[in-house]
């Protein structure tokens, strides 16, 4: 079995008297440690399968298998654990706590696993050991997108989810954030899930998964991934 496994996965949701279909019928498959794009225009269900890959949302019906556990089937409080232990979240809104310097941001993630990385490491990693003790306000949306990913990346995780991670972003910065996001996979193994509406950015990934219409329209691989530096989109 894959590392991740979708079988048949469908969301609803209600709005008065109508059902809204968030996904319908997905199936993918994606491995251990490759960078995956989610491809699709803005309602074609991508955030949706992202928050349920994160046990932030459950399925109505299918399968999602990580790591040979069926996610689906778990319970309001093994969900808790997985989020914790095994997932990282990026969001196009850096989601940062305001009166904590950048440091102290990502040494949030101390609290929630007992073996996190070091906060000074992980922001030197990114570019922003220089920028420890500063606030958000102080930072650019570049640094503090790249806060938010050491804050991610600090609590190890075994799959690390970006939401538009580039989206409000200028050209040189998310390449700088790509950059960081392909290294996670490349070198620390990690499985990289990105999601967007940029079909510029296929070239990058392992699996290419297009969605439209809640549906999952084709899956892609990529032989031979393009790097960061030579990407124009």
């Given at each position: 079995m894959s590392y991740i496994q979708v079988i048949n996965?469908?969301?609803y949701y209600q709005m008065g008297d109508a059902t809204i279909v968030a996904n319908d019928g997905v199936s993918f498959e994606i491995e251990q440690g490759e960078l995956v794009i989610i491809l699709g225009s803005s309602g074609?269900?991508?955030s949706t399968l992202l928050n349920i890959l994160g046990g932030m949302d459950s399925n109505d019906e299918g399968e999602v298998?990580?790591?040979?556990v069926d996610i689906a089937k778990l319970s309001s409080h093994e969900l808790t654990n997985y989020r914790r232990d095994d997932v990282g979240f990026v969001f196009q809104f850096y989601n940062l706590v305001a009166n904590l310097t950048a440091k102290e941001n990502v040494e949030l993630a101390a609290e929630i696993v007992k073996d996190a990385l070091d906060a000074e490491e992980v922001l030197e990693q990114v570019g922003l050991g220089?920028?420890?003790n500063?606030?958000?306000a102080q930072l650019s949306g570049g640094e503090q997108q790249r806060v938010a990913i050491a804050r991610a990346v600090a609590k190890k995780p075994k799959i690390l989810l970006c939401d538009e991670p580039t989206g409000a972003l200028d050209y040189q910065t998310?390449?700088?954030v790509l950059q960081i996001l392909q290294d996670?996979?490349?070198k620390q193994g990690a499985t990289v899930i990105i999601v967007t509406h940029n079909s510029s950015l296929a070239p990058i990934a392992d699996r290419v998964i297009r969605m439209r219409d809640a549906r999952v329209h084709s899956v892609e691989l990529n032989a031979?991934?393009?790097d960061i530096a030579s990407l124009e989109y």
């Open positions: 996965s469908s969301k074609a269900g991508k298998w990580v790591d040979g220089h920028r420890i500063n606030f958000p998310g390449k700088q996670m996979s490349r031979e991934p393009q």
